[in-house]
């Protein structure tokens, strides 16, 4: 028992040994984020009354639509982002009354790596009158948030007054997608109606594979009303913010880069065999993205844009109000890859786009699973927003003006059928199977195939009977088909 005991000792100290000595060998690794290595103590803000009056955004390292520029080189980004007041169509035929950073919605994309310094400006010109343009709503005080800053908010993003400019720097410290937003009470007011953009940081040593194509793709939420005082642009209604609607998180459109179906008109272009990185961030206010990039599978998924947070081979991010993620894949084959927010009530509302890597003109045949573009524009809200619905909901088995297809062409059939046939049609279209002869009569001649329940309630019937009549009041050519073929 002595020896046995002796013998264990012995090697339980050479195992100690060992590891003691694999300890001494080992190199301790550098923590990136050592906060010690980090610029915590940014100078003081500056806050003054002198009035920019040039462009309102300015600076090498933004980019001002999806496509992203390539990183400025430089150490110190110098940026502008003035605030205004201005009429943006988030649909068509919806002028939307909008509060924005650098005169667009969203604000600029701006590009820098850890480790850059930002020098911000940001003069408050909501009380500018913008050309040919009255103003829409009143000027107000506003703000700047940016998520990727570590600064203090009391100095920094401080309220500024219409015609007050601030000013301030801040050093970055982490990689990522970050938001940026107006801070000013009530913040979910500002954000919906336009007030945010991205700024995206590389890590120093960049990323570790190399992209062909780079965009941003900025999910967001309006919520939206005809403007209690009729007023119109350009022949069409002025929309305004729905108060009630975006305090109960209940969107009228939820879009990619600020327009409903916007990347579908025009599409990110690709080809391939080609790596392509999208920079995406979910501004909400208030919803969460499932993004998804239909026909093929995310190689490299970084979360909030940061490569150390990495997952691979992953169908869909979900992203919560201002989480981003980088995420790249492989075009395998010629084709339109469509990109949508998977919660398809996200989709029907405008979360849609498209990555072209095809030759050919994009049609809806090719995407009728999807919302596409129907028609001319209507100019009144309840016409549009009943285009919009059938644009959603109804192109995969109608067009109107594009001929027959799983059921008939819509064209023309407010002259056809009375307005009470169509809404108990659209209300309840098994029941009118049973006893109506003219519903019975149609099922037979396509095929059989019933038209399915789509729950409509009262309002969204009425808003289809609207659009149907607009259409059919239109002269002949003057309002494009919908159809399989666009």
């Known amino acids: 028992m002595q020896i046995s005991g002796f013998f264990y000792r012995i090697a339980f100290v050479g195992a100690l040994g060992l590891a003691v000595t694999g300890c001494k060998q080992e190199t301790p690794k550098l923590d990136p984020y050592d906060p010690a290595k980090m610029d915590l103590k940014p100078v003081p803000a500056k806050l003054s009354t002198e009035r920019h009056t040039g462009a309102f955004a300015e600076g090498s390292a933004l980019s001002m639509g999806s496509e992203l520029k390539p990183l400025d080189p430089a150490p110190v980004k110098t940026i502008r982002l003035d605030t205004t007041h201005k009429i943006v169509e988030i649909a068509p035929g919806v002028k939307f009354s909008a509060w924005t950073f650098g005169d667009q919605v969203p604000g600029p994309t701006i590009r820098a790596r850890v480790g850059d310094r930002i020098k911000f400006s940001m003069t408050n010109r909501s009380d500018e009158v913008m050309p040919g343009l009255q103003l829409s709503s009143a000027p107000m005080m506003h703000s700047m948030d940016f998520h990727a800053a570590m600064v203090s908010p009391q100095d920094k993003y401080r309220s500024v007054a219409p015609g007050q400019t601030i000013e301030f720097e801040f050093t970055l410290n982490y990689p990522g997608v970050f938001m940026f937003h107006c801070g000013t009470p009530m913040i979910l007011e500002h954000i919906a109606s336009g007030m945010y953009g991205a700024l995206i940081v590389e890590p120093r040593e960049g990323y570790p594979t190399k992209a062909d194509r780079e965009y941003v793709v900025i999910q967001s939420e309006f919520y939206v009303k005809p403007d209690p005082q009729d007023r119109k642009v350009d022949g069409q209604p002025l929309y305004v913010l729905d108060g009630d609607a975006v305090k109960k998180a209940l969107p009228s459109y939820t879009v990619f880069n600020g327009s409903h179906n916007g990347m579908v008109k025009k599409p990110l272009p690709a080809k391939p065999g080609e790596r392509v990185r999208l920079f995406v961030l979910n501004v909400g206010p208030s919803k969460t993205s499932s993004f998804h990039v ?53 989709a029907s509302q405008g979360a849609i786009g498209l990555v072209d890597a095809s030759d050919k003109k994009q049609s809806a045949a090719d995407l009728e699973h999807h919302n596409m573009p129907a028609t001319a524009t209507p100019n009144e809200p309840m016409a549009v927003k009943g285009k919009l619905d059938f644009e959603s909901k109804c192109l995969a088995c109608h067009s109107i003006g594009g001929g027959r297809k799983l059921g008939p062409d819509l064209a023309g059939v407010t002259k056809r059928r009375s307005d009470d046939w169509l809404a108990k049609w659209m209300q309840s279209p098994e029941k009118m199977l049973v006893d109506d002869a003219d519903a019975k009569a149609m099922l037979k001649e396509f095929n059989n195939i019933p038209m399915p329940n789509q729950n409509l309630n009262a309002p969204e019937i009425q808003q289809y009977l609207k659009y149907f009549h607009w259409y059919d009041a239109q002269p002949a050519g003057a309002a494009q088909p919908a159809s399989a073929h666009g």
């Open 294 to 346: 239909v026909g093929t599978i995310f190689d490299r998924v970084w979360m909030d844009g940061n490569p150390d947070n990495q997952s691979r081979g992953m169908q869909t991010v979900l992203l919560g109000s201002s989480n981003a993620a980088i995420v790249e894949f492989l075009i395998p084959e010629a084709g339109q890859y469509i990109m949508v927010d998977h919660h398809f009530a996200n």
